[in-house]
């Protein structure tokens, strides 16, 4: 298994250490780590290879081999979020408590690769087929995207929080090279079609 660490993650690092406030970050990405490997502990019981872990500044992202049926895909993907809900209850510290909440509500976010994108994803392409899928998460990730942006200009305008602003821009950027992603893998599939 490899293990990588993204550049931006380096940076926030950098950041954090000089604002003073690494102890807190490192606090929330430990529960970040504890999140995924809630759902690289699904995805070994399903018998998925988990061949490459990437830390990323706003997470986690643990990649599997072979092929994953919907089903499979929908439980690794709530298995994080459940997780994050039981170390809330399970912690005394409020601060603690209002960390992992935070990472769940986060994650569940109707946004793919988020895991509310990919547990509506799964959930809408078992009962309506993947096509009908794709168009509904399309158009909630629009929504939520919107709604976050807002919200973060507010946060930016009222509050003087970048930190939002700043998250939803790189959202908005891991969303745009997952859709080049999928788009370049169905090229791919449709070359590779006898």
Request: net charge positive; charged share 15%; aromatic share 12%.
């Amino acid at each position: 298994m490899v293990i990588r660490i993204h550049i931006y993650l380096i940076l926030v690092l950098a950041y954090m250490f000089a604002i003073q406030n690494i102890e807190n970050f490192m606090c929330l990405y430990l529960f970040v780590i504890m999140h995924e490997i809630s759902h690289m502990l699904v995805a070994i019981i399903l018998k998925m290879n988990v061949y490459e872990i990437e830390l990323l500044p706003i997470g986690v992202n643990a990649k599997y081999t072979g092929k994953i049926s919907n089903f499979k895909e929908l439980l690794i993907s709530l298995a994080g979020p459940i997780a994050s809900f039981l170390f809330a209850l399970m912690f005394e510290n409020e601060t603690f408590k209002l960390m992992n909440l935070s990472i769940a509500i986060f994650n569940l976010m109707p946004i793919r690769p988020f895991d509310g994108g990919k547990i509506l994803e799964n959930f809408f392409c078992i009962l309506f087929g993947k096509k009908t899928a794709n168009k509904i998460l399309r158009f909630l990730s629009k929504i939520s995207l919107n709604l976050l942006l807002l919200l973060a200009i507010i946060s930016l305008i009222f509050l003087k929080n970048y930190y939002l602003i700043i998250l939803t821009i790189y959202m908005i950027c891991i969303i745009k090279e997952e859709a080049e992603n999928t788009r370049f893998n169905a090229i791919i599939n449709y070359l590779q079609m006898d």
